[in-house]
């Protein structure tokens, strides 16, 4: 399976920006879907933001439309979270995931690879 190593994160202000980035190894990043997800304290993980493996679809949490944009580059086998816009709900703990022909789909529970994690805070 993929191995994915994510960075990225951090403390930034309300409003500032951020752009997570998710390495694959061990595997093409072009023959997965992959998706963004995240956690914060106390609750569940979430589905943030999804991209099929060819690249044609992509799929967003209602709560980050317009403000967050997933993206690839296969060529350095990564891909991108763009977050713009943060707010103070929005820091959690934010998790790369891999699903080989996957669509980019809300469900973690289909993912077969996961990375550790990158710690984002948005300060008030």
């Known amino acids: 399976q993929v191995q994915l190593v994510e960075s990225g994160g951090g403390l930034v202000q309300a409003g500032g920006s951020l752009r997570l980035s998710c390495v694959a190894s061990g595997g093409t990043v072009s023959a997965y879907g992959m998706g963004w997800f995240r956690q914060a304290p106390g609750k569940e993980r979430e589905f943030v933001a999804g991209?099929?493996?060819?690249?044609?679809?992509?799929n967003y949490a209602d709560s980050v439309k317009g403000r967050f944009t997933i993206s690839r580059d296969n060529a350095k086998n990564t891909v991108y979270l763009q977050m713009n816009s943060l707010k103070p709900e929005d820091t959690a703990v934010y998790y790369c995931?891999?699903?080989?022909w996957g669509s980019g789909g809300d469900n973690g529970n289909e993912y077969q690879s996961w990375g550790q994690g990158t710690q984002v805070t948005v300060s008030s």
């Open positions: 995931a891999a699903r080989m």
């Open positions: 991209i099929s493996w060819g690249g044609s679809r992509t």
